[in-house]
């Protein structure tokens, strides 16, 4: 079995999130979601609108994934790899490069963004209609 691993908040899910999930998910048999505990996008100063387990819940309910698993700090990322055997590490290509420490462990692939749409967009527009 081929296993596929990528990182994210993945919060206010929009079809950027889809289809980067589609993508990871047809590059192997079994897809694991990292996804920022509530601590950790405290430390990178973000906040999510949805909590941790209600994140972790809607990841659950799409079919692309296969596991989801928190995400503590950035230097967790090699321990994942090995603990859960994973050949494939994923993320989307404005993180290109930035990851290729990786390599030595598993195969590293950086996928196009969507564009025009991201959870930065949406609250940005969202905040404009709540203004004018």
């Not at 889809?18 to 897809?31: F, H, P, T, V």
């Amino acid at each position: 079995m081929k296993k596929v691993i990528t990182y994210g908040t993945f919060d206010l899910l929009h079809i950027g999130h889809i289809n980067i999930l589609r993508r990871a998910k047809e590059l192997g048999d079994y897809l694991i979601v990292a996804i920022s505990s509530d601590e950790f996008n405290a430390l990178k100063g973000k906040e999510a609108y949805y909590t941790f387990e209600q994140r972790k819940a809607i990841l659950e309910a799409i079919r692309y994934v296969d596991e989801v698993i928190p995400e503590h700090r950035w230097e967790q990322k090699v321990e994942d790899v090995l603990m859960h055997e994973v050949d494939v590490f994923v993320m989307g290509d404005d993180w290109k490069g930035k990851f290729d420490y990786l390599k030595d462990y598993c195969e590293v692939v950086y996928l196009p963004r969507t564009v025009g749409i991201s959870t930065t967009k949406i609250k940005t527009d969202l905040n404009e209609a709540n203004n004018a």
